[in-house]
Every structure is written in structure tokens, then in C-alpha cells.
């Protein structure tokens, strides 16, 4: 399979490693949005949230938590923004599921995870929040 973030896994992709487990392979972005910018991914290939197994994906999960906690000790930032992106139209461009640390500083300038806030109306909030509770039960 032809998957960057495999390659990086397997070590013919160079990258700067922060931390490895049994699972889980963490690494600095190549294009950081933020000093300490870090992708946390499973070693087992998974393309999405969907694909990913539970395990790993807690695996995952636990890894950014300890780096969230060292990436704070370390550099101090006003805060940390996580985000996991699924799929072209959620704007994922590596299609193995991974995990951005972004650390934040006031007034950084950076536009990410930041929208305009506008009332739902709330009879469709409620008819889509039931459709998933159908699906959950
Ligand atoms: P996505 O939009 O899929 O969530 O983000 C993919 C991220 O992977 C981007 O932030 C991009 O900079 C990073 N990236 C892509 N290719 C490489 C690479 O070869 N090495 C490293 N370290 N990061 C990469
Ligand atoms: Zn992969």
C-alpha cells in the first residue's frame, strides 16, 4: 500500500519521532501550523475513524493525551487545539487516521477551529438528534 504515514511508520519516510508504543507512532508535522505541532497515528494502517479499531484508536487517544501533557510542561502554550480530520470533504489530505496537537498562543493569528456561531433551529436539532438516538438503540 502506497500510504505516507506507513512509510514514516516503517521508517522509509524520515521523520522526527516524539514518542512510539506498541500501537501508536507520534511524529512533528512536516508543515507546522504552530511551534510543537505533532501527528499522533496507530501503526496498524487505518484510513478514517471508521476504519480504525477500537483499541487502536484508544491507543491513540491515551498517546495525546501524555504528549498534550509534555507538549504543555515543555513549551508553555496558551492552549492546545486537537483536531482529527475524516475524509475529502472534512478536509483530510493523509488518508491514515491521525491526531494534530496544535499548541496555541494568544493572539497567534491562526484561523483554525474557529467559526462563527448562528442559532440552529431547533426543531431540526431535535429531529437529527433522534435519528441518531434510533440508530444507537
Ligand atoms: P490532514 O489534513 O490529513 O489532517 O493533515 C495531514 C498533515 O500531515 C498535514 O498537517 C501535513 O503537513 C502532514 N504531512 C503530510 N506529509 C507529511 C510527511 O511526509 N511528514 C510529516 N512529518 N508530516 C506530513
Ligand atoms: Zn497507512
Not at 484508536?57 to 509534555?70: I, M, P, Q
Request: include cysteine; aromatic fraction near 6%.
Amino acid at each position: 500500500m502506497d500510504c505516507i504515514f506507513c512509510k514514516i511508520v516503517s521508517n522509509e519516510i524520515p521523520s522526527v519521532k516524539v514518542y512510539e508504543d506498541d500501537r501508536v507512532f507520534a511524529f512533528m508535522d512536516i508543515n507546522p501550523l504552530n511551534d510543537g505541532h505533532i501527528l499522533i497515528i496507530p501503526k496498524a494502517h487505518a484510513a478514517t475513524i471508521y476504519e480504525i479499531t477500537e483499541a487502536d484508536f484508544l491507543a491513540v487517544t491515551s498517546a495525546t493525551h501524555k504528549l498534550a501533557a509534555a507538549v504543555k510542561k515543555a513549551l508553555n502554550p496558551d492552549g492546545i487545539n486537537l483536531m482529527q480530520l475524516n475524509g475529502r470533504a472534512a478536509n483530510q489530505v493523509v488518508p491514515h487516521l491521525h491526531i494534530h496537537i496544535v499548541p496555541r498562543w494568544s493572539g497567534d493569528g491562526l484561523t483554525i477551529c474557529k467559526w462563527e456561531m448562528v442559532a440552529g433551529d431547533i426543531e431540526k436539532v431535535k429531529a437529527v438528534a433522534e435519528q441518531i438516538q434510533t440508530v444507537l438503540k
